[in-house]
């Protein structure tokens, strides 16, 4: 079965740009979640939805940052514009339904490593 | 106030030994769970092993085990038998509640296994 996918994997882009990352959750999963990590503030939650509905965005930094789940297979972080401070690698995250022996385990994607010169 | 706490930024250990990697928590919620992550020098995340905090027996995961103190509130990852591939940071996340939401994280420890 398939991961969480996310892309792009590495996308470099200069101050005042708009950038867009991409998530697919795993199949069957209802819950999702963007996390970014900094070597300063490690991993912190910036957003996450359950059945597409957005729940906890008080990890939104400013309204700069905006994410949008149209659909339960894919989900979107956007910055704009995007500022040097924003280098990180933002990583997205899915949970499967509630119940289960592993209840809210969450499961990564690859990470998407974003670089704002 | 800081919920995970990590004390260990690294540690060493000799090929095929047990290593122990340190973590504390603070919660007043009844209702929790624990986690450990493993992230390599690749980057991604992978999810380990899962304690809750009704579960009345450690969590064990093959070579990986949760030493699981509720009244220290302490729940330290154990690595039997290290290898190589294990050198990575090691990342333990708390959840509050049944289900809640955000994931917690300590800081990381950064494990590196000698040959």
């Known amino acids: 079965d398939a991961g969480v996918i996310q892309s792009p994997r590495h996308e470099v882009t200069e101050m005042g740009q708009e950038v867009t990352l991409r998530c697919k959750p795993i199949s069957g999963h209802n819950s999702l979640f963007w996390y970014r990590q900094t070597m300063m503030r490690g991993l912190e939650l910036l957003i996450y939805f359950n059945n597409n509905v957005p729940i906890d965005d008080s990890g939104m930094p400013e309204d700069r940052f905006s994410a949008k789940m149209p659909n339960a297979s894919f989900s979107t972080l956007k910055i704009q514009p995007s500022e040097p401070r924003d280098s990180a690698v933002y990583f997205c995250?899915?949970?499967?339904?509630?119940?289960?022996?592993?209840?809210?385990?969450?499961?990564f994607g690859p990470g998407t490593r974003l670089t704002v010169l | 106030a800081q919920k995970i706490t990590q004390t260990q930024p690294g540690m060493f250990v000799q090929e095929k030994e047990a290593v122990t990697l340190d973590c504390t928590y603070d919660?007043?919620?009844?209702?929790?769970?624990l986690f450990w992550y493993k992230q390599p020098s690749s980057g991604e995340m992978i999810f380990l092993i899962y304690?809750?905090?009704?579960?009345?027996q450690n969590a064990t995961e093959g070579r990986y085990s949760l030493n699981f103190q509720k009244a220290r509130k302490s729940a330290n990852l154990v690595i039997s038998a290290s290898q190589l591939g294990d050198s990575a940071m090691y990342f333990c996340a708390m959840r509050e509640g049944y289900q809640g939401g955000k994931l917690i994280f300590g800081q990381g420890t950064e494990l590196s296994v000698k040959p």
């Open positions: 919660t007043s919620d009844p209702s929790y769970g």
């Open positions: 304690q809750g905090s009704y579960d009345q």
């Open positions: 995250a899915s949970r499967p339904p509630s119940g289960g022996t592993m209840s809210g385990t969450q499961y």
